[in-house]
């Protein structure tokens, strides 16, 4: 199991940015997919992207290309997201996940990643 631990949300007004971020442990980056999701209240828990950090290949959802970007530091073993043009509708809490294995379609299938950090909330006004 990954071990991983989210930071870096608050809330910002709409046009805003953040940088998500998640420290892990416990895996070797080369081997290892790795993603945010999110879930609004009320709401089930979707994909935001995801990056096999062994390759460097990343995948977003379509309701954030062009304003979100994945990235990973393998010497700080640490995932961000870089959420920028911040929309109300994005208010929400953010995880980190991961299983072992090059990211594989479907991307976002929740029942593949096998580690999920604590979530850090992210809220945006209007």
């Known amino acids: 199991q990954v071990q991983l631990v989210e930071s870096g949300g608050g809330s910002v007004e709409a046009g805003g940015s953040l940088r998500l971020s998640c420290r892990a442990s416990g895996y070797t980056y080369s081997s290892i997919c790795m993603g945010w999701f999110r879930q609004a209240p009320g709401k089930e828990r979707e994909g935001v992207a995801v990056?096999?950090?062994?390759?460097?290949?990343?995948f977003y959802a379509d309701s954030v290309k062009g304003r979100f970007t994945i990235s990973h530091d393998n010497a700080k073993s640490t995932l961000y997201l870089q959420v920028d043009i911040l929309k109300p509708e994005d208010t929400a809490m953010y995880y980190c996940?991961?299983?072992?294995?090059?990211?594989?379609?479907?991307?976002?299938?929740?029942?593949?990643?096998?580690?999920w950090g604590q979530g850090t909330q992210v809220t945006v006004s209007s």
């Open positions: 990056i096999s950090p062994g390759v460097g290949s990343t």
């Open positions: 996940a991961a299983y072992f294995d090059y990211c594989r379609y479907p991307l976002f299938l929740k029942s593949r990643f096998r580690s």
